[in-house]
């Protein structure tokens, strides 16, 4: 049972390293869709117009499909971890109808918490291939986050 333990271990440990190692060399692609993410066109006005009534926050799920999909890229033998590609699947492949004027927030917030969270697994992604020469044996927050979206942890 120990040796099946650590076994485990080491697998985990192994694709943790993988996943570091790519995330650092893709960095600088990574660092500049983040960038695009923070601009007026892809946060500032799809945010207002979600308080402004616009069909224009539906434009934001391109943004997020674009997040998830280089995040998906850096593991692609790793499936993303479920509670995130809910709330991913809940919040784009949605097509604007009058009818959803109705019922606003039922049909716009799952857009922008989608974004919010593949934005923010973005970041945790830049920020530790920065900072982190290898994976930590402590484990900060937003490290442990990533390694919970691509089930290492």
């Not at 500049?32 to 007026?40: I, N, Q, R, V, Y």
């Not at 995130?84 to 809940?90: D, G, H, N, P, S």
Request: hydrophobic fraction near 40%; include cysteine.
């Amino acid at each position: 049972m120990k040796n099946k333990i650590n076994s485990i271990m080491e697998e985990r440990l192994k694709a943790e390293k993988k996943l570091l190692a790519t995330a650092k060399r893709k960095l600088p692609e990574l660092k500049t869709l983040l960038e695009g993410t923070w601009d007026h066109w892809h946060y500032e006005d799809p945010i207002y117009r979600f308080y402004h009534l616009s069909f224009k926050v539906f434009q934001l799920q391109a943004t997020t499909s674009k997040i998830v999909e280089a995040l998906q890229a850096l593991a692609p033998q790793i499936k993303l971890n479920p509670l995130f590609l809910e709330i991913v699947a809940e919040g784009t492949g949605k097509t604007f109808k009058l009818s959803d004027n109705a019922d606003w927030m039922k049909r716009t917030r799952p857009i922008l918490e989608a974004f919010f969270h593949a934005q923010h697994m973005l970041l945790m992604v830049c920020k530790y291939a920065e900072e982190l020469p290898e994976p930590p044996q402590a484990l900060p927050s937003g490290w442990a986050t990533v390694l919970y979206l691509y089930g290492l942890r």
